[in-house]
């Protein structure tokens, strides 16, 4: 991100006038039903008419700022909810199983959620199979959350970068002063790591990091490890490394096993009154060290990479069937009647995200994805937003109300 961009995000946060704020119809009550689907396809009055249009919410800076819900947040989805235009979550956040996301959140907006209406930074990593009977790292998130949400995704042999400090502690001389920290929720390690027989030592074959890493001196340092190891076997380090005469100057041309980051936030919107870094600051510093490690660009060579999360396509294919499929179920009273969704309204508050993942979106149903730009986030009222949105907006609020008065959806 240019500095100027990141300056803007320093500057003006003070001011936040609302652009756009119509009045929403009058709102019926949400009554918090036994579980949220049969709530979702029961409760409300039903509906006489199909709704062409639906939203995608984030969730940080739109909905919530950390533990706290934004004002006008319930108000919002209820409305929705009791009109049944259908919406889901779309969100860069992660770090737990979605289930438990769920419960936080319906209760943060006191309105029933489901799954089937929710996708976070990893959820495209449970349709990872391939991996599911392989050893896979897992990297970020609090204590080893992140572990058992892969291990609920149905991966079976799942290893930590505190696993490896505990079973070899010289592995990264700086995090010493945690060793108790990290014993308390680490296991051991499926294989030793024993570079005289590298057959039975532990390897790796595929890094996922899920969430935003705690330890960034660690995790950098183990997953350079691997990246620079012959076949993703720890404690080797590849032959063909700096060969000059292979692709990449023969860095992850060794059977090193493929980097997955779920999420390119560079900046976020915490509780704290500035944009706090998320899991793509951690990505550039890596890639800094990698650039340092291998001579980078200029000597031709790169981090090889998948990077998934908004703004990226496959994030918003894996959302789009989700807001199809929740679509049906909620207005399954109309099937054969429902119809193409014709708009869908994204609403966020980061441009580099949620806007030009929206903008960008090419939907395979010919879907129009409208960019919505919140003001409670990271983008900074009166400053130019890197990626234009469709409307800039105030609020959720706001946000719903100018949509629907575009969709002439009246109550
Ligand atoms: O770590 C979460 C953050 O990067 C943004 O989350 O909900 O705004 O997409 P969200
Ligand atoms: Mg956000």
């Known amino acids: 991100m240019p500095a100027s961009r990141a300056a803007h995000y320093l500057l003006g946060l003070a001011s936040r006038s609302h652009i756009y704020s119509a009045r929403l119809p009058a709102l019926l009550p949400c009554r918090t039903a036994p579980t949220a689907r049969r709530f979702l396809q029961t409760q409300a009055t039903p509906p006489t008419r199909v709704p062409e249009f639906a939203f995608a919410f984030d969730i940080d800076g739109v909905l919530v700022r950390s533990s ?14 009791s009109e049944r235009i259908p919406f889901i979550f779309l969100t860069n956040g992660g770090g737990k199983h979605e289930q438990e996301r769920v419960d936080d959140l319906s209760k943060k907006l006191d309105i029933p959620i489901d799954t ?13 199979g391939e991996y599911k009977n392989k050893t896979v790292m897992v990297v970020g998130g609090d204590e080893d959350r992140c572990r058992v949400v892969a291990e609920k995704y149905g991966f079976k042999t799942v290893v930590t970068p505190g696993d490896i400090l505990v079973a070899y502690p010289e592995v990264w001389p700086f995090s010493q002063q945690l060793l108790p920290y990290y014993s308390s929720f680490t296991r051991p390690l499926p294989a030793p790591i024993n ?13 996922f990091v899920y969430n935003d890493p705690r330890d960034w001196g ?20 590849s032959r063909k490394n700096g060969d000059a005469t292979l692709p990449n100057k023969g860095y992850q041309q060794d059977g090193q096993p493929p980097l997955y980051f779920s999420n390119p936030d560079l900046l976020w919107a915490a509780k704290y009154h500035l944009p706090r870094l998320g899991q793509g600051g951690f990505r550039e ?6 650039s340092a490690l291998t001579g ?11 990077v998934m999360g908004k703004p990226h396509k496959l994030t918003y294919e894996f959302a789009e069937k989700r807001l199809i499929a929740h679509r049906g179920q ?18 966020g508050d980061n441009p580099e995200s949620d806007i030009l993942g929206g903008n960008s979106y090419e939907s395979p149903h010919g879907t129009d994805w409208v960019s919505v730009l919140v003001q409670t986030g990271v983008y900074v009222e009166g400053t130019t937003p890197a990626h234009a949105p469709r409307q800039i907006v105030g609020d959720v609020y706001d946000a719903v109300s100018w949509a629907v008065a575009q969709e002439r959806w009246k109550a």
């Open 195 to 207: 570079p005289i027989s590298p057959s039975t030592s532990l390897k790796i074959d595929a890094i």
């Open 330 to 347: 909620l207005l399954k009273q109309f099937d054969g009647k429902l119809g193409h969704l014709k708009r869908v309204y994204m609403v």
């Open 116 to 128: 089937s209406m929710f996708v976070q930074s990893h959820t495209p990593f449970a349709d990872m």
């Open 218 to 237: 660690l995790d950098t340092q183990i997953i350079k490890d691997v990246l620079l190891s012959h076949n993703g076997i720890l404690g080797t380090l």
């Open 296 to 306: 980078g660009e200029k000597n031709g060579v790169t981090l090889q990479k998948i």
């Open 285 to 290: 510093a890596l890639e800094g060290v990698w």
């Open 68 to 81: 706290d819900a934004l004002p006008r947040a319930h108000k919002s989805l209820s409305y929705l909810q």
